[in-house]
Nanobody
């Protein structure tokens, strides 16, 4: 089992940057595949990106156009989401998630992730 806590959300102007962090605790955290998702009011939860066991493999949603970067530090048990060139449409609650799999499959499906953080609000003003 793994416990996830996100931090770093806030209010930022369009064009600005934010860095979210997900702190993980529990057994064998480095064995979990990690993902970031977001959910805007009235919308379904949306895939942002996922990272493999070592951090070498990363997958992003095409819609992000290369503005976001995920990094992982297994020594600190953290997974960060660097968000640049933010747009008002990036406004959402951002969630960190974890899944255990024998294969390093970076799934974009929320239903594939068993553990979730409480979320952190990101608001981008125009």
């Amino acid at each position: 089992q793994v416990h996830l806590v996100e931090s770093g959300g806030g209010l930022v102007q369009a064009g600005g940057s934010l860095r979210l962090s997900c702190a993980a605790s529990g057994r064998a955290v480095s064995s979990y595949l990690m993902g970031w998702f977001r959910q805007a009011p009235g919308k379904e939860r949306e895939f942002v990106g996922a990272v493999g066991w070592s951090g070498a493999r990363v997958n992003y949603a095409d819609s992000l156009e290369g503005r976001f970067t995920i990094s992982r530090d297994n020594a600190k048990n953290t997974v960060d989401l660097q968000m640049n060139s933010l747009k008002p449409e990036d406004t959402a609650v951002y969630y960190c998630a974890a899944r255990f799999s024998g294969r390093e499959q970076l799934s974009p499906e929320p239903s594939d992730y068993k553990y979730w953080g409480q979320g952190t609000q990101v608001t981008v003003s125009s």
